[in-house]
């Protein structure tokens, strides 16, 4: 019985992905490769594989922060604010995102399944996953729960994200990276 959804789930991964914006990705790492420092936000399920990618990000040397962690720092320009809102309406991420714009010189960075949103209109770059949501208009269907499309293709997304990541700084997409823990 599970193994029967394996293959539309992949299916639909595959579908939703299929036209995402890769350049807009490639505009992103060298966003973050370039950044003095990276802090990232998301609430709800799409935090989990925000905060991998933060962690994996740190391991290789890149100035990481998550926002809410209780050691984050202020946010000061020449920063970049990644966030991950999947309606793009988020309330907490979009005043977030307008303390950016009124500091200045903070680069933001969402990934959405919105085609317009809030958020999208003040970010610098976005990265748009065609995956259903309430309110969110899709061409792509799901059997999914809600939104666990959306949480799917950020984990790949962001995955994808890191190995490019990692061959701008290391010229190498594997490996552990010099910063990973070792109070194992």
Not at 67 to 82: H, Q, R, S, Y
Not at 94 to 107: A, F, P, R, T, W
Not at 163 to 183: F, T
């Amino acid at each position: 019985m599970i193994k029967e959804y394996a293959g539309p789930i992949l299916d639909e991964i595959g579908e939703a992905l299929k036209d995402m914006d890769y350049d807009v990705l490639w505009k992103m790492v060298a966003e973050i490769h370039g950044a003095n420092r990276i802090f990232f936000h998301a609430i709800g399920r799409p935090e989990l594989p925000m905060k991998n990618f933060a962690m994996y990000l740190k391991h290789f040397g890149y100035r990481v922060h998550v926002v809410g962690d209780v050691t984050c720092p202020a946010i000061k320009p020449g920063d970049v604010f990644f966030a991950v809102s999947g309606t793009g309406e988020t309330g907490t991420t979009l005043n977030m995102v307008k303390k950016c714009k009124e500091i200045g010189e903070i680069k933001v960075l969402l990934m959405t399944a919105a085609e317009k949103s809030s958020i999208g209109d003040l970010a610098d770059l976005v990265l748009r996953v065609d995956c259903p949501l309430p309110g969110v208009p899709s061409t792509v269907s799901s059997i999914q729960p809600i939104g666990g499309l959306f949480d799917e293709c950020v984990v790949y997304a962001l995955d994808w994200a890191l190995r490019a990541c990692l061959q701008e700084r290391l010229g190498r997409r594997d490996g552990a990276g010099p910063m990973h823990s070792n109070l194992e």
